[in-house]
Nanobody, 120 residues
Framework: QVHVGESGGGLVQAGGSLRLSCAASGRTSSSYAIGWFRQAQGKEREFVAALSLSGGSAYYADSVKGRFSLSRDNVKSTVYLQMNSLKPEDTAVYYC?????????????WGQGTQVIVSS
């Protein structure tokens, strides 16, 4: 089983950038994907982006396309979420999760979440 944990959240002004990291541990030799989700206060959790560690394209929610990007470091078993041009509406707790492929990244283990606050 693959386990994940996030880091890199914080407070940033609108228009700024942050990079979140999702580090995987456990059976990282297997094929798996990592997804990012977020949940703003009082709202439902929503999909942000997903990427397979074995290759292939990344997928993004429409709300973050062109602003957020994913990259991976297979040696470190880490996926990075680069967030640019941040908006106050991006404020949320960001979670990474893992699954067998990019369509099922919410089916495995979840991290504890990292808070992102974007001030206007």
């Amino acid at each position: 089983q693959v386990h994940v944990g996030e880091s890199g959240g914080g407070l940033v002004q609108a228009g700024g950038s942050l990079r979140l990291s999702c580090a995987a541990s456990g059976r990282t030799s297997s094929s798996y994907a990592i997804g990012w989700f977020r949940q703003a206060q009082g709202k439902e959790r929503e999909f942000v982006a997903a990427l397979s560690l074995s290759g292939g394209s990344a997928y993004y929610a429409d709300s973050v396309k062109g602003r957020f990007s994913l990259s991976r470091d297979n040696v470190k078993s880490t996926v990075y979420l680069q967030m640019n041009s941040l908006k106050p509406e991006d404020t949320a707790v960001y979670y990474c999760a893992t699954g067998p492929d990019t369509e099922h990244t919410d089916s495995g283990s979840w991290g504890q979440g990292t808070q992102v606050i974007v001030s206007s």
